[in-house]
């Protein structure tokens, strides 16, 4: 936009210029030269002249204007020193050459340099002995005529470059001003931010920091300002995590934000910290965990007294009886106290998994075969209970890290879950897939579904709807889960079934 508006600027100076110029010119041969041979070259050239200004209103063209300007120039001095081969009309031909340096392109001078040779060589050489014999005492005048042409030139010229010099200084005046305010808005929230803020230059040397970062650090200005960052960060965007320690040595939990500063050049110049201290919060997740780990302790320590309760008070009943009848010990109570005391074993192993971390052995672990391997598993229960297990995995499943046993649990308190479901048979779904950079499994069962008001009770401690289960499959399922990086999420509807969704990151995507 601005070159489009410099251009017009010039375009209308030269034409101004060309004007003035001719004008001079014909008084010049009206009133001194007074030759009658010139007036009719006049005449045309001004017709000429004005039907080329009409024409430049239509055709804005700016290569347009440069070379049919300096060919209506060229054929206005062809014309004169063809009629008049003198010497004062042949130094006019350099005129040209003068004209196109105003265009500040090189090409345009070359060429006007070249053709201005041409046709010197050409008058030269074909109307020698008149140019030679032709000064006479009015060609003075046209060589001051020629003196002032070059000074209308090089004024309009000097008037050109003066209107781009002030628009220049108007704009560096816009840029200095938009400066001032856009560091003047940085000042600000550099000083005021609550958050600690350091520029570190790619040496890792402290360019500068604010308020809030020697508050969080202790440290003085002349301390930090010039000196190595002693938290070098590699200069990787994004937000990361670390302990720092304070120059009084206490240690604080950090966010950093880390962003490179990049020149116009696209060259590195300094990287921005953004540090927030979350000490405080980090203390207050830490209590809040432990506080949710004493609600879950003391919820799972009364489901399994309770549990193991029952039991308990089955074996004590049968011990009295046989105590106080003194009969020999019955089978039936003695199998009847081996499953109960079997039931408080199986209670205690799981309260045992869920309370102690489990070593995890991690691999690459084929989901596709482990799953065909969990359905063959079930194959015998598969056909006693009249249940069917459709497998439908479109293409090759991405592998998963984890341990192998480990996911077969879940597989397998999965479809036994599915299975107790329909006591009465039916059809059992597995879906896989790959989906982005996850492996997401789907088994859904055709039993009577769990009503909405309990889907969020599922995955708690001991809630079961099954007349001997435990209430802690499910449990035991999510964190292992869990372990894996993935999720567990359950969807039901009453009366049509149940379906649990799986989701583990693939093991590319853990790797990247």
Sequence with gaps: MERKENQVVRKKLLLQSMWIIFIL?????????????????????AVILLCYTLILRFIKKDSFFVW??????????????????????????LFPVIFSAVFQKMTYVVITGAVTICTQFYFFLGSYEIISTSFERIDVMYYV??????????????????FLWGKVQRQ???????????EAKFDLIFSQSHDAIAI????????????????LYGWSETETVGSKYPYPSGGQSGVSSRSDKTKSGSVIEVEVTTTPLYSHENQLIAYCEMIRDV???????????????LKVAGEMAAGVAHEIRNPLTVIQGFLQMMDEKKEIIDPHYTKIMLEELKRMNSIVSEFLILSKPQAVHEKEINMRKLIDSMIRFFATESALKNVGIEFRCNGELPSVEGDENQLKQVLINLLKNAFDAMSEGGKIAVDAYADHDDVKITITDQGPGIPAEMISEVTKPFFTTKEKGT??????TEKIIRQHKGNLTITSQHGEGTSAHITFPASHSLKR
């Design 68 to 93: 049919s300007s300096l060919a209506l120039i060229y054929c206005y001095l062809f014309v004169l020193n063809y009629t008049d081969p003198y010497i004062v009309n042949f130094i006019f031909l």
């Design 471 to 476: 209430g802690l499959g499910l449990v035991i």
């Design 200 to 215: 570190i230059e790619p040496d890792y040397t402290v360019r500068g920091v604010n308020p809030a970062f020697l508050k």
């Design 279 to 293: 000490t405080e919060k980090k203390a207050e997740e830490v209590a809040l965990f432990q506080q949710e780990k």
């Design 145 to 162: 005529f020629f003196a002032i042409i070059i000074v209308v030139i090089l004024c309009y010229y000097i008037k050109f470059i003066n």
């Design 172 to 182: 560096n005046e816009i840029i200095s001003q938009n400066l001032r305010t856009t």
């Design 25 to 45: 010119d014909a008084l010049f041969i009206l009133f001194i030269e007074k030759s009658l041979k010139y007036y009719p070259i006049v005449f045309v050239f």
